[in-house]
């Protein structure tokens, strides 16, 4: 599916449409379902942003959005979830957030397609750059949202500094009239892991939960400016009861650490860059695992 047009016009109108992004929402999966909410009102459906109910924001993203966004998302309770269709944003593995295919009417995504509902995958930095290149020919973004697409980009690019950052990507933020190099954002936006629980930190920050054609496992990450919990992390990755990625990602030093426990197999890797986990890292790890696996 590579035509978001197509898929939109295939939309059921029959029902209220709640575009969802993942569990424990960041920048990316909180601006992008907006957007496509926006969008999809512009073309007749009765749509809303959602989030499922108790899922907070992400720490190291709340002032980014605090300070750029009026969040007043549709709180979606679970019994509710067959009361409505769906349109997903920024994944497109349900198990991230409703849990069935069958009320999933279509997905935008930039990570690898977990082959479960009708999606656009692409290759954008982020997801709402994805949805602004290509819907653009039909939609007029005003600069309230251009500047929500700029937000989001920072983050995904992990403030230009990711592998995933391409020229491609840059110039669509130039078009649009941003600065691409995030100048001075890092400095104002950048939250170091909070380390004060170590133990939720470990199991939580940045947390997904994956299901690649019955590959499943979950992810966590820490992005700090040293390397002081390296070792404990790694720790706690290879001695956890589940199939489990973790990432340390040092961003003083702009390396990535992964560690990657399943079943009775352990894999460390390293990058001499700031790696991002929606495609280098994801990609390698299903890779081992197939290669082990099938």
Same mark, same amino acid.
Not at 38 to 49: E, M, Q, R, T
Not at 74 to 80: G, P, R, S, V
Not at 89 to 96: R, S
Not at 157 to 170: I, P, V
């Given at each position: 599916?590579?035509?978001?047009?197509?898929?939109?016009?295939?939309?059921?109108?029959?029902?209220?449409?709640?575009?969802? #992004?993942?569990?424990?929402?960041?920048?990316?999966?909180?601006?992008?379902?907006?957007?496509?909410?926006?969008?999809? !009102?512009?073309?007749?459906? &009765? /749509?809303?942003?959602?989030?499922?109910?108790?899922? !907070?924001?992400? &720490?190291?993203?709340?002032?980014?959005?605090?300070?750029?966004?009026?969040? @007043?998302?549709?709180?979606?309770? *679970?019994? &509710?979830?067959?009361?409505?269709?769906?349109?997903?944003? +920024?994944?497109? +593995?349900?198990?991230?957030?409703?849990?069935? /295919? %069958?009320? $999933?009417? #279509?997905?935008?995504?930039?990570?690898?397609?977990?082959?479960? $509902?009708?999606?656009?995958?692409?290759?954008?930095?982020?997801?709402?750059?994805?949805?602004?290149?290509?819907?653009? %020919?039909?939609?007029?973004?005003?600069?309230?949202?251009? *500047? =929500?697409?700029?937000?989001?980009?920072?983050?995904?690019?992990?403030? #230009?500094?990711?592998?995933?950052?391409?020229?491609? +990507?840059?110039?669509?933020? *130039?078009?649009?009239?941003?600065?691409?190099?995030?100048?001075?954002?890092?400095?104002?936006?950048?939250?170091?892991? +909070?380390?004060?629980?170590?133990?939720?930190?470990?199991?939580?920050?940045?947390?997904?939960?994956?299901?690649?054609? #019955?590959?499943?496992?979950? %992810?966590?990450?820490? !992005?700090?400016?040293?390397?002081?919990?390296?070792?404990?992390?790694?720790?706690?990755?290879?001695?956890?009861?589940?199939?489990?990625?973790?990432?340390?990602?040092?961003? !003083?030093?702009?390396?990535?650490?992964?560690?990657?426990?399943?079943?009775?197999?352990?894999?460390?890797? @390293?990058?001499?860059?700031?790696?991002?986990? @929606?495609?280098? $890292?994801?990609?390698?790890? =299903?890779?081992?695992?197939?290669?082990?696996?099938?």
């Amino acid at each position: 599916m590579n035509n978001i047009l197509e898929l939109i016009n295939n939309l059921d109108k029959r029902k209220k449409i709640l575009v969802i #992004g993942h569990k424990k929402p960041d920048t990316d999966t909180i601006f992008s379902s907006y957007l496509m909410s926006n969008i999809l !009102k512009s073309l007749g459906y &009765d /749509a809303n942003y959602a989030v499922l109910n108790g899922e !907070k924001i992400s &720490d190291d993203c709340l002032k980014q959005i605090e300070e750029n966004f009026d969040y @007043s998302p549709f709180i979606l309770n *679970k019994e &509710d979830i067959p009361k409505y269709n769906y349109f997903l944003t +920024d994944h497109n +593995d349900i198990n991230q957030s409703i849990g069935d /295919a %069958s009320l $999933v009417l #279509g997905a935008i995504d930039h990570h690898p397609d977990a082959g479960m $509902v009708k999606a656009i995958i692409t290759n954008y930095v982020s997801t709402c750059l994805a949805i602004y290149d290509i819907c653009s %020919s039909f939609y007029k973004f005003n600069d309230y949202e251009k *500047k =929500l697409i700029y937000i989001a980009s920072m983050d995904d690019s992990n403030y #230009g500094l990711n592998a995933r950052y391409k020229e491609s +990507d840059k110039k669509i933020i *130039k078009d649009m009239g941003f600065d691409e190099t995030f100048n001075g954002l890092f400095e104002k936006y950048f939250t170091p892991t +909070d380390m004060s629980n170590k133990e939720k930190a470990f199991k939580e920050n940045g947390f997904k939960a994956y299901n690649f054609n #019955g590959i499943k496992f979950i %992810s966590t990450y820490l !992005k700090l400016l040293n390397l002081d919990y390296l070792e404990e992390y790694k720790k706690f990755i290879y001695e956890s009861k589940e199939n489990i990625l973790g990432l340390y990602i040092d961003m !003083k030093n702009l390396k990535t650490y992964t560690f990657l426990r399943y079943n009775e197999h352990y894999l460390e890797r @390293s990058y001499d860059f700031i790696a991002p986990r @929606s495609t280098i $890292v994801l990609n390698n790890t =299903l890779t081992y695992l197939r290669s082990v696996y099938e």
